[in-house]
């Protein structure tokens, strides 16, 4: 995709999508293949998480809500963030697992809204989807508004 972009029009687009056009347009083969191999070793990972859990909850994101002036977050918990997908990387890994996954409100921290992230085991959507369900009944948060 970032290919057919032509390059004369590479100047509308933010610098983060222009480094990551030329990060993957620099990647070759054994780039790829090796990172098709990590992928399928971490599915493969977590995965085998589903012998004991049925679902795995985690923060949607490392960060509550930022300024929306500010791209993204440059540090999360003191540590700094290679590039502008660090600060949700948390989003990125389960999405390489190829595992169902949706994000529902988790409440507010300082009148920011956070998510819960829940992660269902591959093939498990349904499931997934009225876990999702019942947790929103029990915990009506998208109906709140908070005091701005």
Not at 20 to 40: C, F, H, K, S, T
Request: proline letters at 8%.
């Amino acid at each position: 995709v970032a290919a057919d972009i032509p390059a004369d029009r590479h100047h509308e687009l933010k610098d983060t999508i222009r480094e990551n056009m030329a990060y993957g347009l620099a990647l070759n083969v054994d780039d790829i293949m090796e990172m098709e191999r990590l992928r399928v070793r971490l599915r493969e990972s977590v995965v085998e998480l589903f012998d004991r859990v049925d679902v795995l909850a985690l923060p949607t994101t490392q960060v509550l809500p930022f300024p929306a002036d500010q791209e993204f977050p440059t540090e999360v918990a003191g540590q700094a963030m290679p590039d502008y997908l660090g600060w949700m990387m948390s989003c990125c890994v389960i999405t390489a697992t190829e595992c169902p996954v949706i994000s529902i409100p988790a409440g507010f921290h300082d009148g920011l809204p956070a998510g819960l992230q829940l992660v269902g085991r591959p093939g498990a959507d349904r499931e997934l989807l009225e876990m999702a369900a019942a947790m929103e009944a029990a915990r009506p948060y998208h109906h709140l508004t908070p005091e701005l």
